[in-house]
């Protein structure tokens, strides 16, 4: 295993309330990425961070934003949750400066969201 | 960014080599094959890359033909907990002098492995 948890595991929350995800690591890694997986859509990049308050977007980040203060942690939130964010949501890691024959990307157990 | 092209679906039986194909025709010079697999609720698990040579670990083999526009991995001996999807995975990196480098990895829809007794 990676060293990757992410909480909560599980949450239902309401339409409008803001949800804030988190992922740890005892990687030490530069790299962190969200991901969301939806039936028909695969794994899609939501946010990704490259270092400490570096951040950038993804292919899906409207109605996202990330935050990292200190390598081990980045938050995923939704300001206001509505239904099209029910999904599985899975935090990433990587370090190619420490591996560039490849920068093996690791993913954590995943958050499973429900908005209603 | 490279697209990958795997089939839906495949069928192996227990014990059995199984052979999951990949197409990458568009890949460059400096990007690498990753083969990653997810079994029903979990994350997706790391198996195995290559840049342009064969590769094996303790989970697979990786084959890349000479001109790089597909490849295969092969699981030696299929075993029920093998049945997940598999996703092939062309490496995109971007490097932004400044801040060092980006990383990024697009998955594609994967193959269901369904592993039969």
């Known amino acids: 295993d990676a060293g990757i948890t992410q909480s909560p595991r599980h949450k239902v929350t309401e339409t409008g309330t803001p949800v804030t995800l988190r992922c740890h690591q005892t990687?030490?890694?530069?790299?962190m990425y969200w991901y969301r997986q939806d039936p028909g859509h695969g794994l899609r990049l939501i946010h990704y961070?490259?270092?400490?308050?570096?951040?950038d977007k993804g292919e899906v980040s409207d109605g996202y934003s990330v935050s990292r203060s200190k390598t081990e942690d980045f938050l995923l939130t939704l300001e206001s949750a509505t239904s099209s964010q029910t999904s599985v949501y899975f935090c990433a890691i990587s370090d190619i400066d420490r591996d560039p024959s490849g920068n093996t990307i690791y993913f954590g157990e995943g958050s499973w969201l429900t908005v209603v | 960014d490279a697209k990958t092209t795997q089939p839906t679906s495949m069928d192996c039986a227990e014990g059995r080599a199984a052979n999951l194909p990949c197409n990458h025709s568009t890949i460059s010079g400096n990007e690498y094959v990753y083969w990653y697999r997810q079994i029903h609720s979990q994350g997706p698990q790391y198996i195995i890359h290559g840049l342009k040579n064969n590769e094996t670990n303790e989970m697979a083999s990786l084959i890349i033909t000479e001109d790089r526009k597909s490849s295969t991995l092969i699981l030696p001996h299929a075993t029920l907990r093998d049945t997940a999807v598999y996703y092939c995975?062309?490496?995109?990196?971007?490097?932004?002098?400044?801040?060092?480098?980006?990383?990024?990895?697009?998955f594609g829809k994967g193959t269901k492995l369904t592993v039969n007794p």
């Open positions: 990687e030490n890694h530069r790299y």
């Open positions: 995975i062309v490496r995109v990196a971007t490097y932004i002098e400044a801040q060092g480098g980006s990383e990024k990895l697009v």
């Open positions: 961070s490259y270092g400490v308050k570096d951040t």
